[in-house]
């Protein structure tokens, strides 16, 4: 059962290789517009609008489970590492989105409060004090109020950008409290198709050559087959090449489409879809550590211990009794149209998806189903205009459940900040390391956890991929044992 599996794999790869090729050969290498990045949150539900975290009744009664920082923390078994001291302190981790969020300031200190996390200088009503990590914000292009234009695609949408900005912000700190965290936004308006990828690229290219951060988080993507020319892609790399010699690590959220997405986002307004199985970039890049997701079944109020909870909603997480977590189905992942397999997933844990030519997609997982979220606190304008659509009503100041590959990266970059600290400085592309681990059988048991159960076929038009042990387009190599896979990441690193 097993090799037919992988048999599907690799036919459907080489099928639409050849139609990427025809694709990309089809259109002209001259300079044209870019592609539109999204963020990559595929869910939000507002579950209450007051000060005050809800419950995981009120959670339950929208069918989702909510996550809080300790409750995440104790699924990938964070907690040791907090108590050998390191939680992130001295490293720097760069959250890159558009536009920014004039509230974000305010956003961290409810939650923070609520939550009792550090608190943060730069945070609202906080002073300063030696040894307390920092929240700051780069704008190089200026940075425009919060609020909705109410034209275009709706990814000019301020609002949606701030609600992902906070799931960013936010969860980044509950993973690395102690990690410094430097918010840099572009002012990607009605100019966004055109200007997007490169404005975030130069600002990420300038925070590497600043060295201003050891890790970035990238909660954005779009379709390689969106850009006119692999050459229009290729122009976009600087910035990941100047990381990858500065040590500074560099993810990307593999996308929430499954393998079905456009060549325009969103497909509902003017985008068409591809018809084959596609990634996104930059997960797909091999200087950039791809982030697929999962459904986490574990109990969203054990703060102690790993426990799998195959009781309480969502569905997928009752459909698979004692199973902790569940490919998401509309995790990213696939086999790159663009990229060659980098030497570093040429050896694979037994029973993996087998990787052909291409790069695949995504390197690890973590969270991402809005199903099993995040809880996170936003504000919005008073007035009902934010843009934010909650059911029939404007969205409103409170607390969301949010979900997407937006949920995994950030989080991810808070495990590499702890790394880092481990390491004494920035690790720089860790993907050799990853796998390197993976290779030998009993690291491998002992640092991630295999996902072996879901797919991610979210459009049923277009193939997807079911979860292996070992590697597979939808979580990579899995999830981590963060006490145990940390310390490994930073010896394997060094060759060990």
């Keep these: ?41 595929s869910d939000y539900q507002q579950i209450s609008a007051s000060a005050t975290p809800p419950t995981e009744a009120q959670c339950f009664s929208v069918g989702r489970r909510c996550f809080t920082p300790a409750s995440t923390r104790a699924a990938y078994n964070v907690q040791p590492l907090y108590e050998a001291g390191y939680d992130g302190r001295g490293m720097t981790i760069a959250i890159v989105d558009s536009y920014g969020s004039d509230t974000m300031a305010h956003d961290l200190h409810v939650y923070n409060q609520a939550f009792g996390l550090p608190s943060m200088c730069g945070e609202e009503g906080v002073t300063c004090a030696p040894g307390m990590p920092r929240f ?93 020319s692999t050459q229009s892609l290729e122009n976009l790399r600087d910035a990941f090449k100047a990381a990858a010699a500065n040590d500074v690590t560099v993810l990307g959220s593999s996308g929430d489409g499954g393998t079905a997405n456009g060549t325009k986002q969103p497909t509902g307004k003017g985008g068409n879809l591809i018809p084959f199985p596609t990634v ?38 009752r459909a698979f009794p004692g199973v902790a977590e569940v490919a998401w189905t509309f995790s990213g992942g696939g086999f790159s149209h663009v990229f060659a397999k980098p030497d570093y997933q040429s050896v694979l844990p037994a029973g993996s998806t087998s990787i052909g030519a291409m ?39 409170g607390w969301y459940d949010i979900g997407g590959t937006s ?35 009993a690291r491998y048991a002992a640092d991630y956890y295999d996902v072996t159960t879901g797919n991610n076929t979210a459009d049923p ?35 060990h």
């Excluded at 189903?369 to 404007?394: H, K, M």
């Design 461 to 495: 038009s277009v193939a997807g991929y079911p979860a292996t042990p070992g590697w597979d387009p939808i979580t990579g190599l899995g999830t981590p044992n963060a006490a145990r896979l940390l310390p490994d990441l930073v010896a394997a690193a060094h060759g």
């Design 136 to 228: 700051s914000e780069l704008s190089l292009q200026g940075s425009p109020a919060t609020k909705s234009t109410g034209q275009g695609t709706g990814l000019e949408d301020k609002a949606a950008w701030a609600l992902e900005v906070a799931l960013d912000v936010e969860t980044s700190h509950a993973i690395a409290p102690g990690a410094n965290i430097l918010l840099v936004h572009t002012p990607t308006a009605e100019t966004l198709g055109v200007q997007g990828f490169p404005q975030m690229m130069n600002a990420e290219k300038y925070v590497v050559e600043h060295h201003l951060a050891n890790v970035i988080s990238q909660s954005f993507a779009s379709a390689e087959e969106a850009f006119s």
């Design 1 to 41: 059962m097993k090799r037919s599996k992988v048999v599907v794999a690799m036919v459907v790869a080489l099928v639409v290789t050849a139609a990427a090729a025809a694709m990309f050969a089809g259109r002209s290498a001259a300079p044209a517009a870019m592609p539109l990045p999204h963020p990559t949150l």
């Design 359 to 397: 790069r695949g997609v995504p390197d690890i997982g973590l969270q991402a189903s809005a199903t099993t979220g995040a809880l996170v606190y936003l504000s919005l304008p008073p007035d009902g205009l934010s843009g934010l659509g909650c059911g029939s009503a404007p969205c409103s100041t």
């Design 407 to 441: 949920l995994s990266c950030p989080q991810w970059a808070g495990l590499v900040a702890i790394a880092d600290q481990i390491n004494g400085g920035g690790l720089g592309l860790i993907n050799p390391a990853l796998y390197r681990i993976a290779a030998d059988p």
């Design 280 to 317: 996104e970039w930059p997960a797909s890049d091999p200087l950039v550590t791809g982030v697929g997701g999962t459904y986490l079944c574990t109990d969203p109020t054990a703060t102690a211990a790993r426990v799998t909870d195959s009781t309480d909603p969502p569905s997928k997480c």
